[in-house]
């Protein structure tokens, strides 16, 4: 998967949705400061490199070259003392917890917002299938040479037969197709063909022998599918539709990390930076109208849900050392402790981020 430089819009919007979801996460921790009377000296979109900055009452804006999160900071300015009762470390545990969830809370709520306005205006959105595979020939030399090459199989076809076995409309569509040619090493299969939505052509295709003994005809093969749309007819299935939209969105996300949690060393290499996640989304986007809002709703989930962890950095850490705190009956950790906790864990989600950014780039060339 790459960038489409003839679709620069679909990579714009997917930037700036991601940019969005952090601003209104940060703008959470923000708001739940503010509105308790909390000293906040800045407030930033983005680590890295500066690209905008405002100041304003009291508040530095920031906006920063990378689009992922960096907190409101607290005040830390030397004229404010550090017993200062509107500072956040100063305050109760219960207003500096609603502090660092309230990034978290944003997150969510924004989710449902975004489903809700999807719901509302192009409705529910579903795969459906149509019968046979479409074919996509590799712009390969070793392709120009292949068994499909050689059939007059071209990209855009839709194979509806192979040999015996109809391709149905449904999930199996490609394993059906993949097992039939894999099955079918050096015997000529007759190919049903539709193309361009015209007649459908009878071709006949002789699968290579693979170096396993399967086999092979040399192109990819991807379900028939179109986008369904499914409009609310009352209110009542707009909710209703929203939080069913909602709800597989987020057993999606919880059910992804579980699997890295619970198996990482397999997983890790799905791991996806900001890179990657823009082109994911602008790909989306391109796919459908309701990919906008499918894509900026489970980016939102996955950033509430990831920064939920009780990991070093991340809002989930500061909770857990919250909890720590309680614990111990409202006595404060060591300061050198909690900065270097804190500290390296920092260091760590950088590190982490800049090899994912590195690794998404190198993959899209």
Same mark, same amino acid.
């Given at each position: 998967?790459?960038?489409?430089?003839?679709?620069?819009?679909?990579?714009?919007?997917?930037?700036?949705?991601?940019?969005?979801?952090?601003?209104? *996460?940060?703008?959470?921790?923000?708001?739940?400061?503010?509105?308790?009377?909390?000293?906040?000296?800045?407030?930033?979109?983005?680590?890295?490199?500066?690209?905008?900055?405002?100041?304003?009452?009291?508040?530095?804006?920031?906006?920063?070259?990378?689009?992922?999160?960096?907190?409101? /900071?607290?005040?830390?300015?030397?004229?404010?003392?550090?017993?200062?009762?509107? +500072?956040?470390?100063?305050?109760?545990?219960?207003?500096?917890?609603?502090?660092?969830?309230?990034?978290?809370?944003?997150?969510?709520?924004? /989710?449902?917002?975004?489903?809700?306005?999807?719901?509302?205006?192009?409705?529910?959105?579903?795969?459906?299938?149509?019968?046979? @595979?479409?074919?996509?020939?590799?712009?390969?030399?070793?392709?120009?040479?292949?068994?499909?090459?050689?059939?007059?199989?071209?990209?855009?076809? @839709?194979?509806?037969?192979?040999?015996?076995?109809?391709?149905?409309?449904?999930?199996?569509?490609?394993?059906?197709?993949?097992?039939?040619?894999?099955?079918?090493?050096?015997?000529?299969?007759?190919?049903?063909?539709?193309?361009?939505?015209?007649?459908?052509?009878?071709?006949?295709?002789?699968?290579?022998?693979?170096?396993?003994?399967?086999?092979?005809?040399?192109?990819?093969?991807?379900?028939?599918?179109?986008?369904? *749309?499914?409009?609310?007819?009352?209110?009542?299935?707009?909710?209703?539709?929203?939080?069913?939209? &909602?709800?597989?969105?987020?057993?999606?996300? &919880?059910?992804?990390?579980?699997?890295?949690?619970?198996?990482?060393?397999?997983?890790?290499?799905?791991?996806?930076?900001?890179?990657?996640?823009?082109?994911?989304?602008?790909? @989306?986007?391109?796919?459908?109208?309701?990919?906008?809002?499918? &894509?900026?709703?489970?980016?939102?989930?996955?950033?509430?849900?990831?920064?939920?962890?009780?990991?070093?950095?991340?809002?989930?850490?500061?909770?857990?050392?919250?909890?720590?705190?309680?614990?111990?009956?409202?006595?404060?950790?060591?300061?050198?402790?909690?900065?270097?906790?804190?500290?390296?864990? &920092?260091?760590?989600?950088?590190? +982490?981020?800049?090899?994912?950014?590195?690794?998404?780039?190198?993959?899209?060339?």
């Amino acid at each position: 998967m790459g960038f489409d430089s003839s679709k620069p819009g679909s990579v714009l919007q997917a930037v700036g949705v991601l940019a969005l979801i952090v601003a209104v *996460h940060e703008a959470g921790h923000f708001l739940a400061a503010r509105l308790q009377g909390i000293r906040v000296t800045r407030f930033a979109v983005g680590f890295g490199p500066t690209l905008v900055k405002i100041q304003s009452g009291g508040v530095e804006y920031c906006l920063n070259a990378v689009p992922l999160g960096d907190p409101a /900071a607290a005040a830390s300015s030397p004229e404010i003392r550090p017993d200062d009762p509107d +500072l956040l470390k100063n305050r109760p545990i219960p207003q500096r917890a609603l502090v660092i969830s309230a990034g978290v809370i944003a997150n969510i709520l924004f /989710a449902y917002l975004i489903l809700l306005a999807q719901i509302s205006t192009v409705g529910k959105a579903e795969t459906a299938f149509l019968p046979g @595979v479409r074919v996509l020939v590799p712009d390969t030399p070793a392709a120009a040479a292949s068994a499909a090459a050689r059939a007059g199989l071209r990209t855009g076809d @839709v194979i509806l037969r192979i040999g015996d076995v109809t391709i149905p409309a449904g999930a199996s569509q490609v394993s059906d197709s993949v097992a039939a040619i894999r099955g079918s090493p050096g015997k000529e299969l007759e190919l049903a063909v539709l193309r361009g939505g015209g007649a459908v052509l009878s071709l006949r295709c002789t699968p290579d022998p693979g170096a396993d003994g399967q086999g092979r005809i040399g192109v990819q093969l991807t379900s028939n599918t179109y986008i369904l *749309h499914t409009y609310p007819r009352s209110t009542t299935e707009v909710l209703a539709m929203t939080q069913s939209e &909602f709800n597989r969105l987020s057993g999606t996300v &919880f059910n992804g990390l579980k699997q890295i949690v619970t198996n990482f060393a397999a997983m890790s290499g799905q791991l996806s930076g900001p890179v990657a996640i823009v082109a994911a989304g602008s790909e @989306v986007v391109r796919m459908d109208s309701a990919g906008l809002f499918q &894509f900026a709703a489970i980016v939102n989930i996955n950033l509430a849900a990831v920064n939920i962890l009780p990991l070093p950095a991340l809002d989930g850490g500061y909770l857990l050392l919250l909890g720590l705190e309680a614990a111990r009956g409202g006595r404060k950790l060591p300061a050198v402790v909690e900065q270097g906790v804190m500290a390296s864990g &920092f260091l760590l989600l950088t590190a +982490l981020g800049v090899g994912l950014v590195i690794r998404d780039t190198l993959n899209l060339l």
